[in-house]
């Protein structure tokens, strides 16, 4: 199956600053996804990530919160901008694998 | 609102014994289910899957059972082992003729706790 690595795998923030979190794939594929998970809650998708177009976001989730980058087809980031308490969450990225969604390891972020 | 409910936060089993864990959803839609499992730390990690054309699905100790007429399915794990003991995902899809699954939604999860 596909190696997902996402960095870091775990952070401590400051409440108003900004968190990069970075995925890449040991294959290219087409679609990227990023996941949020709040304690105690499901997994929730955030956004769509395509190599060459704009992110697709879901309902709640918009752009200026939650930018994400996809520069090629095996690499994605997303930014958890300006952060809450309520961003603390553990953060997944997901791809396709044979028609399976695969899932990395997650960041968990907690802002203070 | 969650399309996707596991009602047991929790399940304890010892182990050689069944484990049953449950999963409604309320989509109509959905055609493709999943179950995934997760340990501390680590990324959730396919277990196994069924399609709405079918009502079974067996894989080694693992069978996925679906009543589209309930919108219900469940996870057997027989014998369970301690090493089973994590969180278990149900998620679902509406893959439609698409040939990939696009976005999942998913369950709460259930711990399961597999005792010797």
């Known amino acids: 199956s596909a190696v997902i690595s996402q960095k870091p795998s775990r952070d401590i923030c400051q409440r108003g600053t900004s968190l990069t979190i970075q995925c890449q794939v040991d294959s290219q594929v087409t679609m990227m996804f990023w996941y949020r998970q709040q304690p105690g809650q499901s997994l929730t998708l955030i956004a769509t990530a395509n190599q060459g177009s704009e992110a697709t976001y879901e309902s709640g989730f918009v752009i200026d919160k939650f930018p994400i980058s996809r520069p090629n087809l095996t690499f994605s980031t997303l930014t958890v901008s300006n952060m809450s308490p309520e961003d603390s969450s553990i953060y997944l990225c997901?791809?396709?694998?044979?028609?399976?969604?695969?899932f990395g390891s997650g960041t968990r972020l907690t802002v203070v | 609102d969650q399309q996707v409910k596991q009602n047991s936060p929790s399940l304890s089993v010892q182990e050689g014994r069944i484990s049953i864990l449950n999963c409604d959803y309320t989509?109509?839609?959905?055609?493709?289910f999943l179950w995934y499992k997760k340990y501390p730390a680590e990324g959730p990690t396919f277990l196994i899957s069924i399609s709405s054309i079918k009502d079974k699905n067996e894989d080694g100790r693992f069978t996925v059972f679906l009543n589209k007429s309930a919108k219900h399915l469940s996870l057997h794990i027989v014998p369970s082992q301690p090493g089973d003991s994590a969180v278990y995902f149900c998620a679902a899809s509406e893959r439609g003729r698409g040939s990939t699954l696009g976005r999942l939604y998913f369950g709460r999860g259930t711990q399961l706790t597999v005792w010797p």
């Open positions: 989509n109509s839609m959905f055609d493709y």
């Open positions: 997901s791809v396709e694998e044979a028609g399976t969604p695969c």
